[in-house]
């Protein structure tokens, strides 16, 4: 069923668990991941990222698959525009029914960050909608593990005052889009940040991060773990594997198929894990 961003996440903070969060390209990666999370009886988060939309060259048909899945769905089902830094989609995000939106400033500025993200939150919370943003900016979505950048609590404390936002993206130690499942994790800046920011922290680029260190980063007090690549790893790796066992198939719905069931059953594990 839809459910409210800010009732997942907020659970989800209050009894100290993690929630997963995963992007949605197509509407396979949807009914992949809402299966995954029937089958691990967890909450879960589908998000529709602005690259994504630029991909379909617009939100429209993919946000209401999306929200449709999240609707139909037995699990408790979020919808969030990840990554947005146009001030038209996220009017559109919200427009639409999404629960959630994360507006990314994190290139801009602290007082510009600032600025722009305030009045996004001023719009979204008129419309009931809970507001996600960056500061400090996880870097890597150019493909390159960029790990030095990192979020000072004191800031983050006083961005989330000055800017009402309902959920924040830091920086400690992840990349966006890394293949390999070695970055390192700034667990004493997590405890840290956890301390003194006053709303749920959320981990991108969790990807690169192992099981073992997803599960410590949501103890040490990140709630809401965004995972898109790992993903995309399972679903490319079983359609590969299925059509070179069946180089004749057409049928898109075969191998793409394959690509769902390997999602589900990803999106199933990673959810077990995440949730601490
Ligand atoms: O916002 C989405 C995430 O941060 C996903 O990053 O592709 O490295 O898992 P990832
Ligand atoms: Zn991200």
Redesign the pocket.
């Known amino acids: 069923m839809l459910t409210p961003t800010a009732e997942i996440v907020g659970a989800a903070r209050a009894a100290g668990r993690g929630v997963g969060?995963f992007?949605v390209i197509q509407i396979e990666h949807a009914e992949a991941i809402v299966a995954g999370a029937e089958r691990a009886g967890l909450p879960v988060v589908l998000?529709i990222?602005e690259n994504a939309v630029r991909y379909h060259g617009s939100l429209e048909p993919l946000g209401h698959a999306t929200l449709a899945v999240a609707r139909a769905s037995s699990a408790h089902v979020a919808v969030h525009l990840?990554?947005a830094t146009d001030v038209l989609l996220v009017r559109q995000a919200v427009t639409l029914g999404f629960g959630s939106v994360?507006y990314d400033a994190s290139v801009l500025s602290y007082e510009d960050n600032v600025k722009a993200t305030a009045a996004v939150v001023r719009d979204c919370h008129d419309h009931g909608v809970y507001v996600e943003a960056e500061l400090g900016e996880?870097g890597?979505k150019d493909g390159v593990h960029a790990p030095g950048a990192r979020t000072d609590p004191a800031e983050a404390a006083e961005y989330v005052g000055a800017t009402g936002v309902d959920a924040l993206?830091v920086a400690v130690g992840?990349?966006?889009?890394?293949l390999t499942r070695d970055a390192t994790v700034d667990f004493g800046l997590v405890e840290r940040l956890a301390a003194t920011v006053p709303v749920p922290l959320v981990?991108?680029?969790?990807?690169?991060v192992s099981d073992d260190d997803l599960r410590r980063a949501v103890t040490s007090g990140m709630t809401k773990v965004?995972?898109?690549?790992?993903?995309?790893k399972s679903f490319t790796a079983a359609v590969r594997s299925y059509l070179d066992a069946n180089p004749s198939v057409v049928d898109t719905r075969k191998y793409l198929g394959a690509g769902r069931d390997a999602v589900a059953d990803e999106v199933a594990r990673l959810l077990t894990i995440v949730v601490g």
């Open positions: 969060a992007n998000q990222s990840d990554h994360m996880v890597g993206a992840t990349s966006h889009a890394m981990l991108h680029g969790s990807s690169g965004n995972i898109a690549t790992q993903l995309n």
